[in-house]
């Protein structure tokens, strides 16, 4: 559905985006990486707001850079820096929205106010919404299209944990009939709702893989173990500690590790992070 071909992106010297191939289909794909690693340009070059300096964008065997209006019609867009008119109620944001996109249907705008739960809130100007009613609100204007393909740059950033777990519903409800590409750097984020993870490091994609694959791998590799203070030293200095915390007199660890990494220590049902840092070091320490 969506082909990425060895895509470049410069600007000056920098390079954003560095050789990337991808072929994506439906679900939802988490795009993580570190600030800067190229998630926004890779995304932009996407929603063909940059054009790559090298490599081909194909969407349904159409080369959108050379056609950009190939996916234009067919795309939702939720941008990292995504602002509301404050002064425009919901209804009217939308409203304003649809009239540039060409979309009559007012029952549009009710259902996908409904959709994103703020029916309620639909007469009420922007100004007073928190930041998670702003994104529903703003996922809400990328959907108005019906979009074959949903780009999601950092929606979750500066949600309480409850929007958070709200619009991840969403996201996962939109991912059963859809593409919906989501950036994120919090990998809890995309847990249990990303049927694929394409990571970046320094526009690079590093690593693109399935989170079950990732939780098999991790099996047996991530351990916990309860230490003192002169215990972990000692520890710290040979394996990759994952977490610390503090009871008590003792350090409860978690610890990825291709052994048994001290006496006591029991294997520990890796979170889909862990299971990404542990696949980290174990890839880097093949390298060396
Ligand atoms: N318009 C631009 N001009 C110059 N450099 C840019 C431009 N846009 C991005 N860059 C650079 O390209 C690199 C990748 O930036 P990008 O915004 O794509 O990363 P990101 O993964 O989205 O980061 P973040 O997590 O902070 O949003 C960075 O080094 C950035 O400074
Ligand atoms: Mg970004």
Redesign the pocket.
């Known amino acids: 559905m969506l082909e990425l071909e060895n895509v470049v ?1 410069r ?2 010297r ?4 560095d050789g990337v191939s991808l072929q994506l289909r439906s679900g939802v794909v988490g795009l993580i ?12 070059m996407i929603a063909t707001l ?1 054009r790559p300096s090298a490599g081909s964008i194909r969407f349904q065997g159409q080369d959108i850079v050379a056609r950009p209006d190939a996916i234009r019609r067919r795309l939702g867009y939720l941008p ?1 820096d995504f602002g509301v008119y404050p002064n425009l109620s919901a209804r009217e944001f939308m409203q304003y929205f649809a009239a540039l996109k060409g979309v009559r249907d007012p029952a549009r705008i009710r259902h996908l106010l409904e959709l994103v739960n703020l029916h309620e809130h639909a007469e009420r100007p922007a100004a007073g919404f928190s930041g998670g009613m702003r994104r529903r609100l703003g996922i809400a204007q990328a959907l108005l299209n019906d979009p074959d393909i949903l780009v999601v ?2 929606p979750t950033a500066g949600l309480d944990p409850e929007e958070r777990v709200r619009f991840r519903n969403l996201l996962a409800e939109l991912g059963l009939h859809k593409l919906v590409i989501m ?1 994120t ?1 919090i990998v809890s984020d995309v847990e249990s709702i990303a049927s694929e993870l394409a990571i ?1 490091k320094g ?1 690079r994609l590093i690593d693109c893989v399935q989170p079950e694959t990732l939780l098999a791998q991790a099996r047996g590799q991530v351990w916990q173990a309860s230490v003192d203070a002169a215990e972990y030293e000692a520890l710290r200095a040979r394996v990759h500690v994952l977490q610390t915390q503090r009871l008590g007199a003792q350090l409860q660890l978690r610890i990825a590790h291709p052994e048994q990494p001290c006496a006591g220590a029991a294997p520990a049902e890796p979170s889909l992070e862990e299971a990404l840092m542990a696949r980290r070091y174990a890839l880097a320490e093949q390298a060396a």
């Open positions: 992106k600007f000056g920098v390079t954003a985006v990486g570190h600030n800067g690693a190229g998630k926004t340009t890779l995304m932009q940059v990292q740059d950092e950036s750097h970046m526009g």
